[in-house]
């Protein structure tokens, strides 16, 4: 089996571990994990050979990007108590603490090491928190929680990171020059990501077609992530920047309704394969890491083992004080966050701190040697460093990932349906208001019909009636319920007519003397009928 073989067998595993995942109930990530695993123990599979430097910006844009697809920038802004305390004071808070213990036990890795150490297996992986956790019937909450920790901590542990390896290549540190360096570092990502979301906004309305727009959002990410990297700004940062200005309002054309459908399925694809191969990756890549300090075992398996304890129990020491002085705040001021409302969704939250994809790439992307300023020769202890965050990712994301779904259950830790039904019907009304305020004012400038004002404002109603029943009074909840069936049954047969057509179109596609351009136009006219009821 060679490099290419490799890549397909982890993209058709990507594409099976998701129904294989949904029918065994567990995370297709940590599928995917073990899954590359297996793969690495087979004598016939070749060593993984991505350059580390190529990892994070091949792997993490497209992820980000999908991630942020599901929320919004006013869920940041309402939670920005909770995401600092999570994204920056924990990144800093684990990364002393694992600093500390690995410093300890490692003999000859270095304050400099054991600091990039920390900064590397700190930051939760934003994509196996929400993967796996959103699949669960979580509160909203806590997934909001969950991603805007996940997306926001690799900013602060990537900066700590590369502060860190600089001062161990180097030989040198400066707290003025790294403190500088952090807020230089976001200033220039949040321009850099405003001017490409600005830009790519402006190119998207220029190419009009749904292809080409999808097409440039999924280079828009990369292009994002490498320019803000070269200009010494942090690239998530400025990724997380330009998707959240793609998704506000003043980026968005309701009426797009062709380019949106096609983008989301798109970047569902794309979420889909580049998680899995990610994953699939950190399996792959176990034989690399072991083999190095298989005659270390005695001296590296406690301090792995202390090292994971010590992030597990940072984290659950740091969420329970956390999250009582939130709810204090919350009884005595009016704050609109999103917190665990109880200890159940705490210790869920403590236990969804999976690690993955972003510690790997930093561990891979470690030197291999030091600068003859700092004495030259290998980096102290990288081996070491390797094996201790690889371990930590495995028992964080495998242990965890595996057993998330039963601590969910047993603490009965469920979304609130009651609510979620409660704002679908609040947004049925205004759904079906603002239908009948356009047909007011369209009636102002045109004469209708009467009896088209009425079917008109009878389908007003049945937009909003579609998403909430609840929202019409018994009778006619039950004359729009007749109508529906109806309309069910036009459409099936509509959809058997349109099926009739499209065969004929396919039979004579392959028949002599036929273009099978135009047979593709008919066909996709068509298709566009069908698509559209």
Request: net charge neutral.
């Amino acid at each position: 089996m060679d490099q290419l073989a490799l890549l397909f067998a982890l993209l058709l595993a990507a594409v099976v571990m998701v129904p294989l995942g949904d029918r065994l109930g567990l995370p297709s990530p940590v599928l995917m994990t073990l899954f590359g695993g297996l793969l690495a123990l087979l004598p016939f599979v070749p060593d993984v050979q991505v350059p580390p430097e190529f990892i994070l910006p091949l792997v993490l844009p497209p992820l980000l990007y999908a991630t942020v697809q599901r929320t919004s920038w006013r869920q940041f802004a309402a939670n920005k108590r909770p995401i600092f305390l999570l994204a920056v004071a924990l990144v800093f808070v684990t990364t002393a603490v694992v600093a500390f213990v690995a410093n300890a036990l490692v003999p000859g890795l270095g304050i400099a090491g054991a600091v990039a150490l920390g900064a590397l297996v700190a930051p939760p992986d934003p994509v196996a928190a929400t993967t796996v956790a959103g699949k669960l019937g979580l509160p909203r909450r806590l997934v909001s929680i969950l991603e805007g920790e996940g997306l926001f901590n690799d900013v602060t542990a990537i900066t700590l990171y590369h502060v860190a390896i600089a001062a161990a290549v180097t030989g040198s540190f400066s707290w003025p020059g790294a403190a500088g360096e952090l807020v230089l570092s976001a200033v220039v990502a949040v321009a850099v990501g405003l001017a490409l979301g600005w830009a790519a906004n402006k190119l998207a309305v220029y190419l009009g077609d749904a292809t080409l727009q999808t097409g440039l959002s999924l280079l828009v990410p990369f292009a994002s992530y490498v320019l803000a990297e070269e200009l010494m700004g942090s690239g998530v940062l400025a990724v997380l920047t330009t998707a959240l200005y793609l998704g506000s309002g003043r980026a968005v054309d309701a009426d797009d309704v062709q380019g949106r459908l096609a983008g989301q399925t798109f970047w569902s694809i794309v979420d889909t394969l580049v998680t899995g191969i990610a994953f699939g990756l950190i399996g792959l890549e176990l034989a690399a890491v072991i083999g190095p300090v298989s005659g270390r075992w005695n001296e590296l398996l406690p301090a792995a083992v202390a090292v994971v304890a010590a992030v597990v129990v940072v984290r659950l020491a740091w969420l329970l004080p956390a999250a009582w002085l939130a709810k204090r705040l919350h009884r005595h001021k009016d704050l609109d966050e999103d917190i665990p409302v109880n200890w159940r969704e705490t210790l869920v939250v403590w236990w969804s701190g999976m690690r993955g994809v972003a510690s790997v790439a930093l561990a891979l992307a470690v030197p291999l040697t030091v600068d003859a300023s700092a004495g030259g020769g290998p980096f102290p202890e990288r081996a070491a460093i390797l094996f201790i965050a690889f371990a930590v990712v495995l028992v964080t994301l495998v242990f965890q990932g595996l057993t998330l779904p039963w601590l969910v259950k047993r603490l009965n830790v469920q979304a609130d349906s009651a609510a979620e039904r409660e704002l679908e019907r609040q947004l049925a009304v205004r759904v079906a208001k603002a239908a009948k305020r356009r047909l007011k004012e369209i009636e102002e400038v045109e004469e209708l019909p009467e009896e088209v004002s009425e079917l008109l404002a009878r389908r007003a109603w049945d937009v909003g009636a579609r998403i909430s029943p609840d929202i019409v009074d018994d009778e006619r909840r039950e004359a729009h319920a007749k109508r529906v069936k109806r309309m069910k049954k036009v459409h099936r047969l509509n959809g058997e007519l349109l099926s009739a057509a499209r065969h004929e179109v396919l039979a004579a596609r392959g028949e002599p003397g036929v273009d099978p351009e135009v047979c593709d136009r008919v066909l996709h006219q068509l298709d566009l009928r069908s698509f559209r009821g």
